[in-house]
């Protein structure tokens, strides 16, 4: 009964803010309550998420422009890895990525592993943005994810945070997936905690009203709206909290960055 009534609370809190909430009867349904403890945790945490969304906004927070879904690009370009492929990769499409997990941990109290249900059971944003690509062309779609600071925030980050890394599945050296262990090869990207705190910084799950295809990042990818689309990670498996980027990889904070690109690549 308490359950049901903080939970109530809850989705009043998320609504005030302008947020969906998905799968909204699956929430009030008795047996969702028995999900997995990172889940529960992560819910636990939007109330206290709201708040510091509507604080920041309201501190004139910049946010990236959005669009109309008549602006939506009838054609968005598929740029860097189409399909990570592999044995680890094709398995995960083969299995809808019901087996999926997304992985938090690093400088958090409470690591966390989420399937892609959980995440889509979480309150959403949707946003209607453009995507900047260094290489010239640009185009506007539509995302649907959880909240970065929301699944931050469930965590729990903890003092000495700088930075959220993200590790990929594809592999541009054509070594195949192992699941999430970095090598060269392996795509993955960070940014600051000021961005991955911002509200337009989603895990996203979802592209144009559906879920992402294997082209444009599937099962989940990152959207950091203010930063270009290298930054974009697609086939998001692990965040990982950190101090400093100089011990992984190639130490720039990303696949591009140790080939020279900039680290912070703001619009
Ligand atoms: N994992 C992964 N993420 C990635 C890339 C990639 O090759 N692998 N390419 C990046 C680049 S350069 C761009 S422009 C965008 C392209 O996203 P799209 O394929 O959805 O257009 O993804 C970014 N994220
Ligand atoms: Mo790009």
Request: glycine content about 12%; some cysteine.
């Amino acid at each position: 009964m308490t359950i049901i009534t903080r939970r109530q609370a809850l989705i009043g809190g998320i609504a005030g803010s302008g947020l969906l909430l998905t799968g909204c009867s699956r929430i009030f349904q008795a047996d969702s309550l028995t999900e997995s403890a990172s889940f529960q945790r992560v819910l636990a945490a939007a109330q206290s998420w709201t708040l510091a969304t509507q604080r920041l906004l309201l501190a004139g927070g910049q946010m990236a422009t959005e669009y109309k879904p008549s602006d939506i690009s009838p054609h968005f370009k598929a740029n860097g890895t189409y399909n990570p492929g592999g044995e680890y990769y094709n398995r995960n499409v083969a299995q809808g990525f019901a087996n999926w997990r997304l992985r938090i941990d690093g400088l958090v109290t409470h690591p966390l592993s989420l399937s892609v249900a959980d995440l889509r059971r979480l309150p959403a944003r949707s946003q209607i943005t453009r995507h900047d690509c260094v290489e010239g062309w640009s185009a506007i779609g539509g995302w649907t994810g959880v909240p970065l600071a929301l699944l931050l925030r469930a965590a729990g980050v903890r003092s000495g945070t700088r930075y959220v890394v993200f590790y990929c599945a594809d592999n541009l050296d054509g070594e195949p997936s192992k699941g999430g262990e970095q090598s060269p090869g392996q795509y993955y990207e960070s940014i600051g905690l000021i961005d991955a705190m911002h509200p337009q910084t989603l895990i996203a799950y979802d592209m144009n009203g559906k879920p992402l295809d294997v082209a444009h990042g599937a099962p989940l990818r990152l959207r950091v709206e203010r930063q270009l689309g290298y930054k974009q990670a697609k086939y998001i498996q692990r965040i990982q909290v950190v101090s400093d980027f100089r011990s992984i990889s190639g130490g720039h904070g990303g696949y591009w960055e140790d080939r020279g690109y900039d680290w912070y690549a703001g619009i």
